[in-house]
């Protein structure tokens, strides 16, 4: 039999379980009144746990000891690198080159209201996971039952492999435009991206952390040279920043899209709910005392900084997407839009705008650039995808399993759409075929809107309690804006939805709309379900002083 010595439960602290043979068996640790519990390291494929949110890098990066301004910011600079990938993945690039193409610069203004949304949204799941001490998946645990638990992570999980199908579409055509590789081969090839993960695992988080803003800055580079010898107008793409009622105007339809749609697109591939997940549980890397006051502050604080620099080059990347659609091609000159048809654009002079641009394109460089951007990209959403995938898993309904093997799950499921994909389209034209793939990465992002409310609005419920937060409970201005972004995001995924299940054509149009209309209601009833309860559960967060406000009380009184 297991002796466990239960401290005060408003502390949070941690201690050895110890077996009837004196033999350390795991470790345990209270937070919020909860008793967490890990297990020691075994050769289980499936492990239960209840500990730490990835506990194998969980508080394991010292901060420096003199704490100035600049070495604090370095130290805390990272995580909001890998958040920031989720933001310029493959699924990003086709609305926001497409937005370009079709309305020059008019789509501007909705690349920024969405990524200020981004960097609330992930502001506040930051900020939650270095005051819990809890990931999002746990806390939504925490103050559920059982039956939602598993609905929310079977939820989550589709989100997480949609997200993936992009990454395997973007990562095996890169392959095939540099190497030449057939797609099919390709496809596979990117199940390997597995080994590069397992190698990352044993450097140490910081290095992960330094080569993925690495990669980014290459993607930032490419576009960055591409768009300036574009010679792109730039008055009128600061001018696209300012929002105006043509980003929701129904027409004119080009290319398929009309403003509207092309916005919703935008929005769609930007904000997405497995970054909440990942940086609530990356942002409590960084080894504080939690009962230093001072120390949590500085932690919210830097981690806050390098979240919007991190969001901000994320705007850059997605607003360089947009200008390169409406400066790098001539106007309605690119009929495929999919990865193969801007890559045989970038090489083509009679779609290109410059002269300048055309010279440079006939050595090849632009379109290899390209290519070389995409795969930088997919393998970046590689890394962050997995571990948000153990996030859930762990969270949800506390299992375990190698991140390797969990990889390894997550891509080969998510490379069956894209085999079928391509197999059914093999007696097509080649702009069938690419046209294929394009709906299948757009159509897997919907999957996306089934899951952001259940990430935002429990979110919004706990970072606004006091007794969860104390002194870090959102402020009156950021729940107003919260809450607006939260119903905003909600209404426009669930206003998209009888036009995406139309567009799938699997299904009749008499039977597609209302088989979109009866999933609305029942997101609407689920959703009502999950923020009841997690309302429920902070009540009790409250009444019980089990949170962050109890804990606050006592720092204060210790030190005084």
């Known amino acids: 039999m297991n002796h466990l010595f239960i401290l005060p439960r408003q502390l949070s602290c941690s201690f050895p379980i110890v077996s009837h043979k004196t033999k350390i068996i795991g470790e345990a640790f209270i937070c919020s009144g909860k008793v967490f519990l890990t297990q020691k390291k075994n ?177 930032l580079f490419v576009f960055a040279y591409e768009v300036a010898l574009a010679n792109p107008n730039w008055h009128a793409a600061l001018i696209g920043l300012i929002p105006t009622s043509k980003i929701l105007q129904r027409g004119p339809v080009v290319g398929g899209i009309s403003p509207l749609t092309g916005s919703l697109g935008i929005i769609g591939a930007t904000v997405m709910p497995h970054n909440l997940y990942l940086h609530s549980s990356i942002s409590q890397t960084r080894r504080i005392d939690h009962n230093n006051l001072n120390l949590i502050r500085d932690a919210v604080k830097y981690t806050a900084l390098d979240s919007n620099i991190q969001l901000t080059l994320a705007f850059f990347v997605n607003a360089l997407l947009l200008i390169m659609g409406a400066a790098v091609f001539k106007n309605g000159e690119v009929k495929d839009s999919s990865f193969f048809g801007l890559y045989q654009a970038l090489s083509n002079s009679k779609m290109l705008s410059d002269p300048l641009l055309i010279h440079v394109a006939k050595s090849g460089i632009l379109s290899t650039l390209f290519a070389v951007a995409l795969l930088a990209s997919g393998q970046n959403s590689t890394i962050t995808g997995t571990l948000t995938g153990q996030i859930i898993m762990e969270g949800y309904i506390h299992l375990k399993m190698p991140l390797w093997a969990r990889r390894l799950v997550t891509r080969l499921l998510s490379v069956l759409p894209v085999l079928i994909c391509v197999s059914l389209t093999a007696k097509d034209s080649t702009l069938e075929q690419h046209f294929a793939l394009n709906m299948l990465m757009e159509h897997s992002q919907v999957f996306l809107a089934f899951a952001l409310p259940f990430s935002i609005f429990p979110l919004l419920i706990m970072t606004d309690n006091k007794a969860e937060m104390g002194e870090f409970k959102n402020k009156l201005i950021w729940q107003i804006l919260g809450w607006g972004c939260g119903l905003i995001l909600t209404f426009l995924n669930l206003y998209n939805l009888p036009a995406s299940f139309v567009s799938f054509h699997i299904f009749p149009k008499n039977i597609a709309k209302p088989l979109a209309y009866v999933t609305i209601v029942v997101i609407v009833l689920l959703l009502l379900w999950t923020c009841i309860e997690i309302y429920i559960g902070d009540r009790k967060v409250k009444i019980k002083h089990l949170g962050f406000e109890a804990k606050e009380e006592k720092i204060e009184e210790a030190e005084k």
Not at 60 to 76: E, H, N, Q, V
Not at 83 to 101: E, F, H, L
Not at 122 to 127: E, L, V
């Open 43 to 219: 050769s289980k494929f499936l492990q239960y746990t209840n500990g730490r949110s990835l506990a194998e890098i969980n508080n394991s990066i010292k901060l420096p000891k003199k704490k100035t301004f600049w070495r604090m910011l370095w130290a805390y600079t990272g995580p909001g690198a890998l958040v920031a990938v989720g933001y310029m993945d493959p699924g990003n690039w086709a609305t926001s080159i497409t937005g370009g193409q079709s309305f020059q610069y008019i789509l501007m203004s909705t690349i920024l209201i969405s990524s200020l949304m981004a960097m609330l949204l992930q502001y506040m799941a930051a900020k939650l996971g270095i005051v819990t001490r809890l990931d999002l998946a746990q806390a939504i645990r925490a103050r559920t039952g059982k039956a939602l638990g598993i609905i929310l992570w079977l939820m989550t999980e589709l989100a997480i492999m949609a997200t993936d199908i992009a990454e395997v579409i973007g990562a095996a055509i890169a392959l095939n435009l540099l190497f030449h590789i057939p797609l099919v081969p390709s496809v596979f090839i990117t199940v390997l991206d597995v080994l590069l993960l397992l190698f990352l695992t044993k450097i140490g988080f910081r290095k992960i952390e330094a080569l993925v803003s690495c990669l980014i800055l290459v993607i």
